[in-house]
């Protein structure tokens, strides 16, 4: 039967606009109409009281590894290239698909309770399952299986660059709709030229856009340059691997010329404020990229180097951060991230009929409670979903029109169920190590 609902009396905001006492209808998938709170004739349809809430496009998660949710907390403070030598690579040598799958399952709880309906998500483990707890629960995701090529032989990158593509493009190709599938070779340090020209030239041929990490520390950037002569994102930007529709995933240390590239190149970029500070590796030039009209996004990367997937926590640190840096309250606005948390990454991962509350758009909303302590009074909701909301402050969700969380309770996952496998799951691992 096709969804009907209309939120009622409810503030709307969007990266556009806020819109108070409105009214939002859905009809099937879609939003069908925005309009001033009785208005709009209800006779079929669903009603939710939205009074005391702000309805807004469900938040984009453009960087992350699922699976790694249980390895939330194995090291702490360390920078990323002892972190992934010393213990996160070791660790993910003994993880099984089970586990990851108990890592994957943990980290859709988190995201849905925190106001995420659509997330990217590379790996190299629980591949298949990504693909069918996202469709399960819900959510829309870009998924990608992660490759790494240090040490292996030509069969190997072969075998792993035809095992990812077969798999974006089943993502592409599910049966919802609401997968897309990504090319997502790890860095320019873990996969040689060679590799990546064979990685952006499968990509273009199944039409895929191809994600990768790159320029995330300063020592990253020296090596390359030592070894190519160029840093990462103007060797990549010439050699065409990074191009139009391309993500780059991180970008703390890039030069000016790099973000020109960036610009003309058309490429996006993940914004990991939280995974870089944590990691020690820096602080991405935002204000830079925005003023070059770069699309950037928002991402937690994973839950290992975080430690929380809740985008409101990347929100709060991407519009903070930089003005410190700057010494400059002005460089990062309220409003600008918010665009980035929705609208920016919907477009990034490949969906341009999400992110904005109107109607056409996909009904891919959430529901914040206003009411608490921290949000009072309500003088610029802007700045209080930035600086003063978590993700705790999210009641409803909802994707495709369909309610995925309702006054704080998950419907289409058992909450208590994921939450005890992973428990159990993390202990076996640990056990069998
Ligand atoms: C090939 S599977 C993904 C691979 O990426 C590693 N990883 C996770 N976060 C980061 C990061 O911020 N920079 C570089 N590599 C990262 C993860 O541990 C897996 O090995
Ligand atoms: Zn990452």
Known sequence: MTQRSIVENVTVMDAT??????????????????????ELETDGYERIDGRGKILMPGLVNTHGHTPMTLLRGISDDLPLDRWLREKIWPAEATLDEESAAAGTALAIVEMLRSGTTCFADMYHLNREGAARITEETGLKASLARGMIVLGSTKTEQKEKLNAAVAYANACENAP??????????????????????AAKTAADDASLPLHIHIAETRQEVRKHEATYGQTPVTHLLEAGILAEGSLAVHAVHVNETDITGMKEKGVHVSHNPQSNLKL????????????????????????????????????????????????????????????MATVNGARTLGFPGTGLIEEGYDADFILIDTGKPHLIPRVNDYGSLVYAASGQDVTDVFVEGRALMRRGELLTIDEEKVCHEAINAQKKWKADR
């Open 176 to 197: 919802s709709g609401r997968l897309r599938g990504a090319i997502f070779p790890h860095a320019p340090y873990t996969c040689p030229p060679d590799f990546l020209h």
């Open 17 to 38: 606009r806020i819109f108070s006492d409105a009214a939002v209808k859905v009809k099937g998938k879609k939003i069908v109409a925005v309009a001033r709170s009785g």
């Open 280 to 339: 020690g590796s820096g602080i991405a030039p935002l204000p830079r990229l925005l003023n070059e009209h770069i699309p950037v996004s928002l991402g937690t990367d994973s839950a290992a180097s975080n430690n929380t997937l809740d985008l409101f926590d990347e929100m709060r640190q991407a519009a903070m951060i930089h003005k410190g840096t700057e010494q400059a309250a002005e460089v990062t606005s309220a409003q600008s991230v918010v665009e």
